[in-house]
T-cell receptor, first 110, second 115 residues
Framework: GENVEQHPSTLSVQEGDSAVIKCTYS??????FPWYKQELGKRPQLIID?????GEKKDQRIAVTLNKTAKHFSLHITETQPEDSAVYFC?????????FGTGTRLLVSP | DAGVIQSPRHEVTEMGQEVTLRCKPI?????LFWYRQTMMRGLELLIY????????DSGMPEDRFSAKMPNASFSTLKIQPSEPRDSAVYFC?????????????FGQGTRLTVV
């Protein structure tokens, strides 16, 4: 089956710093690359996604970059704020089947 | 729209009992997913349906688990008999038909505790 790994598993930063989370996957047929954010006790929610024909996408303070050749994509958060503290999941997929990564716990300290 | 609706929100049951989790997807969505979340195993896809038909059930852990989608607005996940290791948060999600891969909208989840 698909292997999806995220690094790091935990990340602590100071408010205002940047944070980068990397996701590696094994299924070369994956063509959809979303990132989900899950706050404590809440449901996962999509924050940004990218498709295989695009190398980078940005939405305000968050961005996703894709390297299909190397089979990895990354989430970049700039000017982090305490409300960014959550668990972030990548979920590479195809044909609507999303396989979630192991998750990265981000803690932003004021 | 009220979003994906799951019931119950919490369920506590004794080992050996049958448990049924329910999900109402967003109207107009044609794909429905059941996920299980635990600290040890993360967020696992159990099964997903497209147009009410099960497409991939390879994530269903064993025969004690079964899922149905009798119509476009309702799905169930049943565990019979339940075991303590089934304790987890079970999420249902749905996605619309636009494009090959689209956003999955999650319900609030059902926290299952088997004692």
């Amino acid at each position: 089956g698909e292997n999806v790994e995220q690094h790091p598993s935990t990340l602590s930063v100071q408010e205002g710093d940047s944070a980068v989370i990397k996701c590696t996957y094994s299924d070369s047929a994956s063509n959809y690359f979303p990132w989900y954010k899950q706050e404590l006790g809440k449901r996962p929610q999509l924050i940004i996604d990218i498709r295989s024909n695009v190398g980078e996408k940005k939405d305000q303070r968050i961005a996703v970059t894709l390297n299909k050749t190397a089979k990895h994509f990354s989430l970049h958060i700039t000017e982090t704020q305490p409300e960014d503290s959550a668990v972030y999941f990548c979920a590479p997929g195809r044909f609507q089947k999303l396989v979630f990564g192991t998750g990265t716990r981000l803690l932003v300290s004021p | 729209d009220a979003g994906v609706i799951q019931s119950p929100r919490h369920e506590v049951t004794e080992m050996g009992q049958e448990v049924t989790l329910r999900c109402k997807p967003i109207s107009g969505h044609n794909s429905l997913f059941w996920y299980r979340q635990t600290m040890m195993r993360g967020l696992e896809l159990l099964i997903y349906f497209n147009n009410n038909v099960p497409i991939d059930d390879s994530g269903m852990p064993e025969d004690r688990f079964s899922a149905k989608m009798p119509n476009a607005s309702f799905s169930t996940l049943k565990i019979q008999p339940s075991e303590p290791r089934d304790s987890a948060v079970y999420f249902c999600a749905s996605s619309p038909p636009a494009g090959m891969n689209t956003e999955a909208f999650f319900g609030q989840g059902t926290r299952l505790t088997v004692v």
